[in-house]
Every structure is written in structure tokens, then in C-alpha cells.
């Protein structure tokens, strides 16, 4: 698999854009990677060598990056990038329990991809989302409080084909390239997207307006 | 009993909180205004005066980072912030920047023009697809709003704004790791000296702080230095986001003046969940000793916690109760560290590795008298001995819950077993069944 | 011939004074304390440091208790223990290695017993056991025993980085000077550090190693053309500073342990550097080359070829007792007096010195050395040649030469001493390079160029950047081969260039392909006088600038003075007390050969040299020629044309010296003793056989004839050349100018029976810039080149940013011999066609 002229040029067009942001070239590695990734599903040889000559670096250099972030898959990955938490709080309050299920649902495990393509699953470390655990993410949206039932609809719901919405985040989930495309750096015009106010990150301010809390002067 | 001070999250709960508009109507930007009608070295003196804290974790004096920075040489300098929140238990920044992005990026305008830089970075961790679309549109919204771009509000005053996304690594939360990472490389940490004040960013002076630090300073220009020490204690001053989570009734983001305590919070969250009893806590994240019930009453400050033999770090309030196995917690926690190690230095990348599966067996029964000690052991050849401080975070629940809860691995060994059921901590109901053991094995 | 110390600067250097277990030490601020206590004897353990590369603070070995003054004064301890190798010395510093801190002890041996979790134990099978800073620092620094009774983390082994770099994962303890030695020194970044945490590893980008999915990645157009490997020309130091036995070369491999060797210090044969080396032998047998440190010349560092390479000394080819040939035509093993006997009568006949009616038929005998003689050797050849032969036809020079050359090296080289020295390229301001690749003609140079890089401007006069320029962040005066003059010319006074060049401590470096243009050294010459750079010529071979001092050319006589001159003849008659040198004119090599060819020679006598190397005809001069004495190690092309071939001995059974292109004498002992005499104390046999006592039997006696030579007295000395610049052919149709050089790893005689290093090796390739391509018609990717020889190159094309109408090969990789193919020299056009 080599870039065809149209996709290389495209990806030629996009990299010019992302080392404009960056005072030093280098910086765009990252964020290349990400695109490379939207291209290909994974970061690929081809994709190592693109970002290689792109910020003038070996190849080793290239994938001295990009083996240290996990974000960065080596194989083909799934459409859906699906995550759970197992990390110490998550675990503990069900976390382990929902991958037992979801992993034996797929019939793969941690960084294995479904026969069909559909879902990658990995096992996650902390997302940033304690307040909701046991927490999922599927191409890194927020699938809140989950419980095995709601975990393994989610997962259903994608084996079957059809469009998954997270518990905060956009209207539904887009596919793991559209997802590296914006994580490039590309605004997919959904930031405007909500599934409306969690509880948990309310709950404080909610609680001081009940009280007539307040902080300014 | 101690207010809440919703100053962060005061519009979090807005139709569209993020948007530019939604933040505007509330007053957003007039800080910025303010701020460029003010000289730079004046900002940088309200922000000491302030007595704000770096609220990444390590709650270095934010103003005196600033005044590190050397003289003016006519070459770039560098803003950039640390939004990469990984450390487990710590959920504040994520919803900060997911509900109101604006804010931090009129922290972001005011502190660059404060410390005269003209190009900031924001580098968000890359789990979170959701917050780098607002951030993204955030920053464009600022641009076509005339709050960034070039002579902001016809100050003179240039500043370009770069949101970054990171590809999953917890090491990159640590500010040298996270600049070698900005600038495209393995995220492992520096030598200090040089600091980045010093040679940052491109080898350039460079401000590296939280997403919480620079999202305070709209609110210390606008309502001033002594409305923001009114709130807090003697030395650490203002208000900060504590996240609860855990066996609570009602987790989530409480933003209180520092000082409160864990007893005040649990109250407001309703409580242990079915009334069970606390069992053990982490007053800053992970890499923060445990403490117990024995702690509810200290003050969540930094002196304070200190004192108490742990520290403050995130304000990430994991808490834990009575069915929680602390073997259990502590091993997945060293996981993470293993995992999250970069592998640069002996005692992290070897001691991590060896440590993990010292609390692997135990967890499971297999371990030994000698285990324990060993873990102790280990934990000494990397405390302080490691290039950064992952190292000696990956330290501090083993040695504090081993101080805490030595009977607890003994019974682990005499036992041959963890003698927790799992499901009786979950937040749903299942069955345990052999399966489920296998699986956990 | 003098050789100068170079001058100590006379700077005032600051100090700070601090204590090291009970010790009080002064150092120069900046000092690590690592360094600092090496010097009071303290040795602290440590993987990670190494004095040229910078601090890593990685390892965590070196931690030791540190105390020190705040700002009041008051002497504080650090709370923790600090890593020695990335903390300067302060003034007042109290710190406490193990020897006097129990916590220092305590940490080291923490850091000791995890680093040894995840290694394996190797040692029965391991390279390094005997000599490894692991082993020896564990038993000092360490525990006898492990706690560890977990699963250690394992790799697949070994790995090969490239055909001679083996990586075993398993016993690296990640201290990165592989890695760092590589990107900081050598500018080589083709391996780093893959993955994260236990499972981090060295590696080049290799899909099947780091688990990708993926297809064959890079083609013929990388930079390194060789693929994947770590194609590095300096990839044998990492072995050598690799402080286990993750970093262990394929030729050596298995072989030995280190305390059955012994080690000898020499200089290598490879280049004109001199590097120092150490050599390991072992019964007899060199079984491993390491640098040696010498902070004045190499470092620490030497080239894959000068590691690597020296199976030739020692090939199933290796003479071992003289050859003469018998009445059936074939040759055969003879004792030394009747050899000698033999020789002897040959050559007196044909240089007509039988005092018989027979001479007058005698046309006389060449002399041709070899580039690769020692100094002695080279003496030896031309005092033989101009004593017992009667003769000036003798020159080392056996390239592409010319008199303007002779002329530049009797007027501004030979008989100058100690020039510009590697020291004076690490400070320059400014470099310009002509005609000369920084690293693949370079070797040990480049690195030391490389130690600048960003704090000194390189310019090259070249047909396009090589890498090696590139890593120099080299700019480039694009100069097709021939225009080397006119590009010298160009840089008038007032100019850029012309600018940097006039500052204090700026260098021209001169390659040796300058010698077949014409006015190219005349213009440096001039260019040297306008702006006060100072030059240094830098030649390839390692015998060249010894065979310039020792005269071994037909103009020069010892010490750099004119043959042509009637007062310097006297001078060297009188010192060698003979009654007279020969007058008449001598032929330079290729004029030797062709005289040889034309049957206008009646006698050779040949030293090492290669008859593909040459584009003169040298085997057709061979055959040509009634009588031919070869001197060699090996039994080569040139013995089968011989009469009498004399054994003589490779550089490590031998003492000698090697003059490097700094001026420097670079002096080594004998290293391994065997039989095998030098070509000096052959020729001084043969000279006796003669009639003539030429005192060049032993290195002693020849350094005190070159003593009392001295240099050449003003009056003595060739003119400097004057050549004009002259305007290079011009390119039509599919006549293109060929440009060439010899890339560092190639198929050079030298580096015969190394398949291991041979592997290498870049890729061969056709370089032709876009438009010349496009209109030469590249077919299939590959052109066919043709020359003023017999034979053709077929080479895949690679389209370079480069002058056009010029076409660059290797010249002698693998299917690319220049010399013998082509017969034609660089800057020659050559005709060039698409396809096969």
C-alpha cells in the first residue's frame, strides 16, 4: 500500500497546514501522525516515511514517536476504538467487570480487533472522567457511567451497524479516522454537538445555587 | 461549614456554556480588556500578590514561575499550557475545557501578554476528541472575535494561540516531558537545570502551567487580588475544583475555597454511598499517600495535607469504602505506573516492572511474607532516586497503604486469596463467578 | 622534519574547589562532579555517562550525597541522593560517594540490583563478559544476589541493526550512548529508542521488530540507500561504548574473550587521519580493532573501516616466502638470498648497470610504492630508486595525479611540519571544502567538523550535498567536476566567502581529486594568500603525505626539495655520500606506466598497489615490461606478471610510522612478531645485492637520515604552481562529466575478507540531476555508462539536486569500478545512455 497520487497530495496539502501552526517543524510530528492515522486506520510504514520526510527525520526517529504513544495503533484498527477504564477507581466501582463481559462479547482482548473490523477494544488508563465511573470511551467520547448491560448495548449497537451517541460529547460517534482527522488538528464542524450537562460536573455549582453560594464580591 | 465558590464553573451550566457568546454575556473578555490596559510587570505582580498556586498538582507559586522568566532578549518566549490531566482520579480540567473552553483561553491571552509571549500552546491529552473540537473552536471564536490574532483590541499586542493534541502518555503531564513532546519527540522528561523558565521550549524561556492555574487569572484581574486571598488559608490562597469520586453519593466537581475539608465535601455529596464507612482516600490523585477516615477533618490546603504526610496535588478526591480491597487498588494503580513509565530511567522502568508483579501475586494469593517487605524495599531504591517524580508517585500508595493496611496484604498471604468479594464494590450488581475471577487473574 | 606540539592556550580558567569524600578538589567551574572525583581517584559507578557525549542522568548509578552552600552560605544537604555525571561542581560542595555515605551506597545498590532484574544472565555466552562495566560494577557496586524471582522481560536476539551491528535487547540497560553517540556525534540518527517503559528498546524502524503492519517501506531513495540498517560509518563505536553486551559486532562475535587477547596501540592503514587504535590479537592472530584515546587526533572515535577492516593482512592469499619465476613461466617459492639474487641481477640489467655492452640496450626501471607505504617505506622506494636504480621515475601517487600537484606538495606541503591540525577544524570559523566529502574521504575528520556544527560555516565546492556535507549543514558551491579552479577563482576579494574566509583561524581543506584539475591548487594557493586561510590537503591514502616528505615522487627529494635543483641534489647527495643524483627528469606513475606499456621500461618494481584502482593500464604495462619485482603482503594480479615477488609484512607485524595529513608523525610498534619484514629492510637487502649501502634496513636508520635531511632550505624548494583555472569540457548530447569519489565502505583492496562490513556498504547508485535525467532518458531506472575503457556501468539512477550534465558514481562499490571500467578520470566526459 503506497499513497495514490491524489491521497498523497492531499495528505501533502494537510501537513503544510499543521507545520504552519508549529515555529519548528518538528513540533508537527504529533499531529501528523494523528493524520496519517485518518488516512491509513493506523499508523502505517508508508505513514512513518510520509511524516519522515514531511519534518526531515529518520525513519527511526519517526518511530522512536511513535511507538512511545498509545494512541498510535500498528495494526489496521477497528472503525470504533472501544475503551475501558481500568484503571484503579474505574475498576473497583465495575470497571473490570464491564471488560470481562465486553471482551468476552467481541470474543478479542486488549488491543485485538473484531473479525469484522468493526472494534478494537483496549483496556484503558485513567480518561479524565473519575466523577463517571465506570466509564467507556468509543473513539475517545465520553460513554459515562456504564454498567455491563449499557456497555454491551453500545457494543451491540456497533457490531450491528449502527450509530452510537456518547454520553456527553457530539450526536454520535464518528469512525476512528474521522476522530484522528480532527485530533490532527481539523475542526469537524461538530464541536456545537451536546448531549447536554452531566450531573457529576454540575453537581457542585448546582448545589451552591441551591445554597445561594456564591464567590464573587 | 464553607461556602462553595463556583468561580471556574460559574457558567458551566449555561445553554451552550462553551460558546463565545454564552461566556461574554457573563462577563467574559472584560478581564482581558482590563488586563491590556495594565503593564505586564503589574499582572505578573496581582498574580503574585494573589497567592496563586500552580493546581497541576505540584502548587508552585504561579507569579513567582512567571518572574523566573529572564529579561526580554527580542526573542520568542513561550506560554504553554498543561492540559494533558492524566493523573488518575484527577477529572477537573477535561469538563473545564469541555463546558467552558473560554476561560482558559482568556487565562491563556491575559498570562502571554503578561509574561510578553506571542505564541501559547495548549496541549490537550488526545483522549478527549470532544474538548479538542471546543478548544479548537474556542480559539477560532477568540481569533474572529479580535480577543487573539494580531493587535488584540488595538493593544499592539500580538498572540497566536496553537491547540495541540498528545497521543496517550501520562509522563507527558510532567512539564519537561511534555515540552520535548510539543516539540514532536518521545515524551521523556529533561535535565533541571536548565529550567524551562530558563530554556523552555525551543530552548526558549517558556511558562509551563495547568489548565486550572491559568483559568484562574481572568478572575483574579476582574475581581482582584483581594477577593481571591479572601478565599482559602494563609498560604494557599483561592478557591480550586475538588473532584469527588468513588463510593460517594453524588460525585463530581465542587469548587471550594482551599482549606475545606473531606468531611464538609462528603457532606454536600450526600454521603458515603448506602451509608457504608469510609476506608481509605487520596486527598491529590495516585501518586499521593492514602489517607483514611483518620484524615477527614484536615484542612485541603497545602500545608495542611503536608503535615498530614501527603499532598495535596489535584484535589483528586478518590474515595473508597469498606468493601474496597486495598491490595486490589494499590496493584492496579502500580499498573498504570508500569505502563505509563517512559523507560527512561533504572529505577522507574525496572522497579515498576517489579512491583507490579510482586502485587499481582499477592493480590491473587500467591504472594509471600517477604513480598511485603519486599515491595518496601523496592519502593526505597526508587523514591528519590528516580529522574522524575513518576517514580516516586508510583511509591506512595504502596508504602502508604502497607504502613495503613499491613494486615490486610498479610491476609492476602495467610490466606491464599483476596478475601474481597469484587462485585460488593462495584456500582452495579453482578454475580461473581468463577469466570469472573479467571478473568481478573 | 619537525613535528610541533600543538600550542597550549594560555587562558585563565576559573575554578571551584569542593570535597569529595573527606578530598578536597579543584576543578574548572563547569566540572561534573563525576569528573571531579575521577580525579582525585574516586571512582563512581556508571552506565549512562561517558565524558565526549552529553550528560543523561539516566542510569541512576552515579547517585551520591550532596551538600552544598545556599545563599546565605550555610552548607545544606540535597534531600536526595544526586546523580554525580549531570551535577556541576559548585565551591563548597560536600558530597559523599558510597566509599563515605551509607545512603549513597544504599541508593547505588538499589539501582544496581534493578537494573540486573531484567537482564539476563548472558555472561557464559555474552562478547562483553571479561571486560564489561556491568560485571565489574555489579561485583563492586552490587549485591551477589538477586531478590528478583519474577518474570524478566524478554526479546527475540540477536538483532542485526545492519550486517555487522548485532543487538541483543535483553542485556541493554537503556543508558542510550548507543543512541546519543549516534545523534550527537555522528549525526546518525538511524537508531533511537522504540517503545516505552520495561518493554523500551534500541532499534532502527523496523516493522516486523516494532510490530506494525505494514508493507517493504523505503526503496532505493533513501538517503542511506541501504534500507533499514543502521547505516551508520561510525556504528562500531556504539559497540565499543556500550557499557554490556546488548552492542556487539558480527565479525567478532563468539571469537574470544578478552583476557586471551593481547592489546597492541597502532594507527590505522585506512586513511590519511592517523587514527589511534588498539589492536587485540591473540596467538598471533589481530582478532578485534578498538580506538584507542587520543583527544588530539580521533577522540574516542574511529570509522567502521578503520575497525573493521583488516582481514586483508592475513587472506589465504598472504605470502609468505618470496616467488620467483622458474624457466616453465610459473612461479615459484624461493629462498630470500636467491629472491634477492635473482632480483638484484634483473634490475642491474635493466637499468643498465652491469658495466656489460648490454647496457646500452637498458631503458631503465620504474618505481611505483603504493599510496599505502609508511614513511620508512617510502624513503626506502625512492632512495633505491635514485641510488641503486639511477633513476627519478619513482612516485608513490599511483591516482589520478599531475605536476601542478607535485608542485603544490613540494612548495606548501612536504618539509612544513605540523600544519593545520584537527584541533584548529574543530575551532575554525569557517570551513571551505574542495573537492573533498567530508565523510566518506573524511572518516574521523567529519566528526570533528561535526563538533562545530552550528558554531562554524561549512562551505563546499562540490557537484551536489552529500550527506555527509548535509549533516555539516553545508552550503553549497555547486561545481561540476573540472570547475573546481574557476570556482576557487570566483571567490574575488569583497565577496561572502572571500570574507569568512580572511577570519582568524578560517581552513581551506584540499581534497586529492583537486590534482586532476588543472589550476585547482594554484588557485588555493592564491586563494590561501588573499584572504590568510590556511590550507590543508588532505589525501586518502594513508602513505601519501609520508611519500611526499620522503620524496617518493619523481620532482620532490626528502624533505620537500626540488630534484630539478642542482643545490638540493647536491645537498641529499652529499647526506646520502654518493657521488651524484640522477639529472634527468622523472616520469610521474601514470607516465611510468605508459612508459612501461609503450616497451620504453625495461624493469618495474611495484609496491602495494591495486591495478583496478588506476586508470592507467597497468596490467598492460606489466606485461609489457622485460623484468618486474613485486613487493607485497598479498599475492595478487601484480605477482602473477612478476619475476620476483618479495614478501613483505602488513602494518601490524611491522614498525613504522605514518605521516597524517596534519603534518603529524604517527609512530607504531610492531604488534604481532612474525618473519615478515618491511619494504624498507627488503629494499636495503636489494640495495646491498646492488653494490649500494642505502641504511634503510631499520626505522631507526631511516629517521636519522630524515633527521639530518630536515626540510628543504629555502633555495631548494620547488616553485609554487601557477597554473591557470581552465574552463571544463562541456557536456552535449549523452556526453556527460563524470564526477566520483570513493565512498567510505567500498570494494577498496584494503577492505577484501570482510563480508560483515562489506554489508554496509550504500547502495550504488547513478546520480543525475532531474533535467539531466529527463533528457538522457532513464529507462527502467537505470543507465548504462561508457568511457575511454573497455568496460561499462550499469547503475540504478537516483535524481539528486546536482549541477547538470554531470553523472556521479561510486568510485568502486559493487558493479561501479570507475578506473577499470571507464578508464577515465573524474571531470572527464563520459557517455551515458538509458537502459541496460
Known amino acids: 500500500m503506497t499513497y495514490d497520487a491524489d491521497a498523497l497530495a492531499q495528505l501533502e496539502s494537510d501537513a503544510a497546514e499543521i507545520i504552519a501552526r508549529y515555529p519548528v517543524k518538528r513540533s508537527a510530528l504529533l499531529p501528523l501522525l494523528h493524520l496519517v492515522q485518518s488516512v491509513d486506520g493506523y499508523v502505517s510504514p508508508d505513514g512513518i516515511a510520509f511524516c519522515a520526510r514531511q519534518v526531515e527525520l529518520t525513519s527511526a526517529e519517526v518511530s522512536a514517536v511513535a511507538t512511545f504513544y498509545t494512541q498510535y495503533k500498528r495494526r489496521p484498527n477497528g472503525e470504533y476504538q472501544v475503551g475501558v477504564c481500568t484503571n484503579t477507581l474505574c475498576a473497583i466501582m465495575g470497571g473490570d467487570e464491564i471488560w470481562r463481559q465486553v471482551s468476552e462479547h467481541c470474543g478479542v482482548g486488549h488491543d485485538e480487533t473484531t473479525a469484522d473490523g468493526k472494534i478494537t477494544l483496549e483496556r484503558l488508563e485513567c480518561n479524565a472522567a473519575c466523577d463517571y465511573a465506570p466509564v467507556m470511551m468509543v473513539n475517545w467520547e465520553f460513554f459515562d457511567n456504564m454498567t455491563p448491560d449499557r456497555a454491551l448495548r453500545v457494543v451491540d449497537d456497533i457490531l450491528e451497524g449502527r450509530d452510537v451517541k456518547p454520553t456527553r460529547g457530539p450526536a454520535k460517534v464518528a469512525s476512528f479516522k474521522e476522530v484522528s482527522r480532527v485530533l490532527a488538528g481539523f475542526e469537524d464542524g461538530r464541536a456545537d454537538e451536546d448531549q447536554g450537562i452531566g450531573e457529576p460536573t454540575v453537581v457542585g455549582l448546582t448545589i451552591a445555587r441551591e445554597q445561594g453560594w456564591e464567590a464573587s464580591k | 461549614m464553607t461556602d462553595l465558590t463556583p468561580v471556574l464553573s460559574a457558567t458551566w451550566d449555561a445553554e451552550q456554556s462553551w460558546k463565545l457568546g454564552t461566556y461574554e454575556n457573563a462577563g467574559g473578555y472584560g478581564a482581558l480588556k482590563k488586563a491590556l490596559g495594565l503593564a505586564p510587570a503589574d499582572i505578573v505582580q496581582a498574580v503574585k500578590d494573589s497567592g496563586l498556586r500552580g493546581r497541576g498538582g505540584a502548587g508552585f507559586p504561579t507569579g513567582m514561575k512567571w518572574g523566573f522568566l529572564p529579561p526580554d532578549d527580542g526573542k520568542p518566549r513561550y506560554l504553554v499550557v498543561n492540559a494533558d490531566e492524566s493523573e488518575p482520579g484527577t477529572c477537573k480540567d477535561i469538563p473545564t475545557m469541555l463546558s467552558a473552553p473560554h476561560v482558559l483561553v482568556e487565562g491563556v491571552a491575559i498570562t502571554s501578554y503578561a509574561i510578553g509571549c506571542n505564541h501559547a500552546f495548549i496541549y490537550v491529552r488526545g483522549e478527549v476528541v470532544h474538548v479538542y473540537r471546543r478548544l479548537l473552536q474556542a480559539v477560532r471564536e477568540a481569533y474572529e472575535a479580535g480577543h487573539l490574532g494580531k493587535d488584540i483590541h488595538g493593544s499592539g499586542y500580538d498572540l497566536d494561540v496553537t491547540v495541540h493534541a498528545g497521543a496517550g502518555a501520562y509522563i507527558c503531564g510532567e512539564e519537561t516531558a511534555l515540552l520535548d513532546s510539543l516539540e514532536g519527540r518521545r515524551g521523556q522528561p529533561r535535565l533541571k537545570p536548565p529550567f524551562p523558565a530558563v530554556e523552555g521550549l525551543y530552548a526558549r524561556p517558556t511558562v509551563v502551567n495547568n489548565v486550572e492555574s491559568i483559568s484562574s487569572v481572568p478572575a483574579i484581574i476582574d475581581k482582584g487580588v483581594e477577593w481571591f486571598t479572601s478565599m482559602g488559608t494563609e498560604r494557599s490562597k483561592g478557591m480550586g475544583l475538588f473532584s469527588l469520586s468513588g463510593h460517594i453519593e453524588r460525585p463530581g466537581q465542587y469548587e471550594a475555597p482551599l482549606g475545606i475539608t473531606l468531611r464538609e465535601l462528603i457532606d454536600m455529596a450526600g454521603g458515603m454511598r448506602g451509608g457504608k464507612q469510609l476506608k481509605f482516600w487520596t486527598p491529590g490523585g495516585s501518586s499521593t499517600p492514602l489517607f483514611t477516615d483518620e484524615h477527614l477533618d484536615t484542612p485541603l490546603d497545602y500545608e495542611s495535607v503536608g503535615a498530614a504526610g501527603s499532598m495535596l496535588g489535584t484535589r483528586a478526591l478518590q474515595i473508597f469504602d469498606e468493601t474496597t480491597c486495598v491490595v486490589r487498588a494499590v496493584s492496579r494503580w502500580t499498573e498504570f505506573y508500569k505502563h505509563e513509565s517512559c523507560g527512561k530511567c533504572t529505577p522507574c522502568r525496572e522497579g515498576t516492572f517489579w512491583l507490579d508483579q510482586i502485587l499481582e501475586r499477592l493480590e491473587h494469593g500467591h504472594g509471600t511474607e517477604a513480598d511485603i517487605q519486599q515491595l518496601l524495599d523496592t519502593c526505597d531504591s526508587i523514591l528519590g532516586r528516580s529522574f522524575c517524580a513518576l517514580g516516586d508517585g508510583a511509591t506512595s500508595s504502596i508504602t502508604s497503604s502497607v504502613t495503613l493496611f499491613r494486615e490486610e496484604y498479610e491476609q492476602h498471604v495467610t490466606e491464599g486469596r483476596c478475601p474481597f468479594d469484587r462485585a460488593e464494590s462495584a456500582l452495579f450488581d453482578y454475580e461473581t463467578s468463577e469466570a469472573t475471577e479467571e478473568a481478573h487473574a | ?836
Not at chain 3, 536476539?157 to 553517540?181: G, H, N
Not at chain 3, 613487493?631 to 601490524?652: I, Q
Open chain 3, 1 to 836: 622534519m619537525t613535528s610541533t606540539a600543538d600550542k597550549a592556550t594560555a587562558e585563565v580558567v576559573e575554578t571551584v574547589t569542593l570535597t569529595i569524600d573527606g578530598t578536597e578538589v579543584t576543578v574548572p567551574k563547569g566540572t561534573l562532579i563525576i569528573r571531579a572525583a575521577e580525579q582525585v581517584g574516586i571512582n563512581i559507578p556508571r552506565f549512562c555517562d561517558h565524558p565526549l557525549l552529553k550528560p543523561a542522568g539516566a542510569c541512576r548509578q552515579c547517585l551520591v550525597d550532596v551538600a552544598a552552600p545556599d545563599r546565605e552560605g550555610n552548607v545544606r544537604p540535597f534531600p536526595k541522593p544526586q546523580a554525580s555525571c549531570t551535577m556541576t561542581a559548585m565551591d563548597g560542595m560536600i558530597v559523599n560517594t558510597q566509599n563515605t555515605s551509607d545512603e549513597a551506597k544504599k541508593a547505588q545498590e538499589g539501582v544496581m540490583e534493578l537494573l540486573l532484574i531484567n537482564h539476563p544472565l548472558d555472561c557464559p555466552v555474552c562478547d562483553k563478559g571479561g571486560e564489561c562495566p556491568l560485571q565489574n560494577q555489579a561485583m563492586s557496586h552490587g549485591h551477589a544476589e538477586s531478590r528478583f524471582i519474577d518474570v524478566k522481560r524478554v526479546f527475540e536476539k540477536p538483532l542485526a541493526l545492519s550486517s555487522e551491528i548485532l543487538l541483543d535487547r535483553e542485556r541493554c540497560v537503556l543508558c542510550q550512548r548507543c543512541t546519543r553517540f549516534s545523534k550527537e556525534i555522528a549525526g546518525d540518527a538511524f537508531i533511537d529508542l522504540q517503545n516505552r517503559g520495561a518493554m523500551q528498546q534500541i532499534g532502527t524502524f523496523d516493522e516486523d521488530v516494532l510490530d506494525f503492519d505494514g508493507y517493504e517501506p523505503i526503496g532505493v531513495a533513501a538517503e542511506d540507500e541501504s534500507g533499514k540498517a543502521f547505516s551508520s560509518y561510525y556504528s562500531g563505536n556504539t559497540v565499543q561504548i556500550c557499557p554490556v553486551g546488548a552492542l556487539t559486532s558480527a565479525a567478532y562475535r563468539f571469537r574470544s574473550r578478552p583476557f586471551d587477547l593481547v592489546s597492541s596501540p597502532g594507527i590505522s592503514e585506512h586513511d590519511s587521519s592517523g587514527a589511534a587504535i588498539r589492536t587485540d590479537h591473540r596467538r598471533g592472530k589481530v582478532l578485534r580493532r578498538l580506538s584507542d584515546n587520543d583527544p588530539v587526533v580521533n577522540e574516542e572515535w574511529i570509522t567502521d573501516k578503520d575497525r573493521f577492516a583488516f582481514a586483508w593482512q592475513n587472506l589465504s592469499d598472504r605470502l609468505e616466502r618470496p616467488l620467483v619465476r622458474g624457466e616453465d613461466g610459473e612461479l615459484h617459492e624461493a629462498s630470500w638470498p636467491d629472491a634477492i639474487a635473482r632480483a638484484a641481477a634483473g634490475l642491474r640489467a635493466a637499468a643498465g648497470r652491469t658495466g656489460t655492452p648490454a647496457d646500452r640496450k637498458a631503458k631503465g626501471v620504474g618505481v611505483l610504492p603504493g599510496g599505502r607505504v609508511t614513511l620508512e617505506d617510502a624513503y626506502a622506494y625512492q632512495k633505491f630508486a635514485r641510488v641503486a636504480l639511477g633513476t627519478n621515475d619513482v612516485d608513490a601517487r599511483t591516482r589520478g595525479a599531475s605536476d601542478e600537484e607535485q608542485a603544490f606538495l613540494g612548495s606548501s606541503v612536504a618539509g612544513t611540519g605540523l600544519g593545520v591540525t584537527f584541533g584548529d577544524l574543530e575551532k575554525a570559523p569557517t570551513v571551505l571544502l574542495v573537492g573533498f566529502e567530508p565523510e566518506d574521504e573524511g572518516g574521523v575528520v567529519f566528526l570533528r567538523l561535526r563538533k562545530s556544527v552550528g558554531r562554524q560555516s561549512v562551505l563546499t565546492v562540490a557537484p551536489f550535498l552529500s550527506r555527509g556535507a548535509e549533516k555539516l549543514s553545508a552550503s553549497l558551491i555547486q561545481t561540476a567536476p573540472g570547475g573546481e579552479a574557476g570556482a576557487l577563482a570566483a571567490v574575488k576579494a569583497g565577496t561572502d566567502t572571500a570574507d569568512a574566509l580572511s577570519e582568524d583561524g578560517a581552513v581551506v581543506i584540499l581534497g586529492e581529486r583537486l590534482a586532476t584539475v588543472p589550476g585547482a591548487l594554484a588557485e588555493a594557493l592564491r586563494l590561501a594568500k588573499r584572504t590568510g586561510a590556511r590550507l590543508a590537503w588532505i589525501p586518502r591514502r594513508a602513505g601519501e603525505r609520508g611519500a611526499a616528505e620522503a620524496g617518493a615522487l619523481p620532482g620532490l627529494l626528502p624533505g620537500g626539495r626540488d630534484a630539478a635543483s642542482e643545490a638540493a641534489r647536491d645537498a641529499v647527495a652529499q647526506a646520502w655520500s654518493v657521488g651524484s643524483l640522477p639529472e634527468a627528469a622523472g616520469r610521474d606513475a601514470a607516465g611510468i606506466i605508459a612508459a612501461a606499456a609503450a616497451g620504453e621500461l625495461s624493469g618495474l618494481v611495484v609496491g602495494g598497489v591495486t591495478p583496478s584502482d588506476l586508470t592507467a593500464d597497468l596490467r598492460a604495462a606489466l606485461t609489457a615490461t622485460d623484468f618486474v619485482v613485486s613487493l607485497e603482503v598479498r599475492r595478487t594480479e601484480v605477482s602473477e606478471h612478476a619475476d620476483v615477488v618479495l614478501p613483505v609484512a602488513p602494518t601490524f607485524e611491522k614498525p613504522g610510522t605514518f605521516v597524517n595529513w596534519e603534518g603529524r608523525l604517527r609512530g607504531f610498534a610492531t604488534a604481532i612478531r612474525t618473519e615478515a619484514i618491511s619494504d624498507h629492510r627488503a629494499l636495503d637487502f636489494l640495495g646491498r645485492e646492488l653494490g649500494v649501502d642505502l641504511k634503510v634496513g631499520t626505522v631507526a636508520d631511516v629517521n636519522e637520515q630524515l633527521a639530518v635531511l630536515g626540510a628543504a632550505p629555502k633555495g631548494q624548494r620547488m616553485k609554487a604552481p601557477t597554473v591557470k583555472a581552465a574552463k571544463p569540457a562541456p557536456a552535449t548530447g549523452d556526453q556527460l562529466i563524470l564526477a566520483s569519489w570513493h565512498m567510505l565502505v567500498d570494494e577498496g583492496a584494503l577492505q577484501d575478507g570482510e563480508p560483515y562490513l562489506a554489508g554496509t556498504g550504500r547502495t550504488a547508485v547513478a546520480r543525475l540531476s532531474a533535467h539531466t535525467a529527463e533528457r538522457i532518458g532513464v529507462k527502467d531506472g537505470v543507465v548504462t555508462i561508457t568511457g575511454a575503457a573497455k568496460g561499462a556501468i550499469e547503475l540504478p539512477v537516483v535524481v539528486t539536486e546536482m549541477a547538470d550534465g554531470v553523472v556521479w558514481v561510486p568510485a568502486k562499490s559493487p558493479g561501479s569500478w570507475v578506473a577499470q571500467e571507464l578508464g577515465v578520470e573524474p571531470g572527464t566526459l563520459v557517455t551515458v545512455k538509458g537502459g541496460i
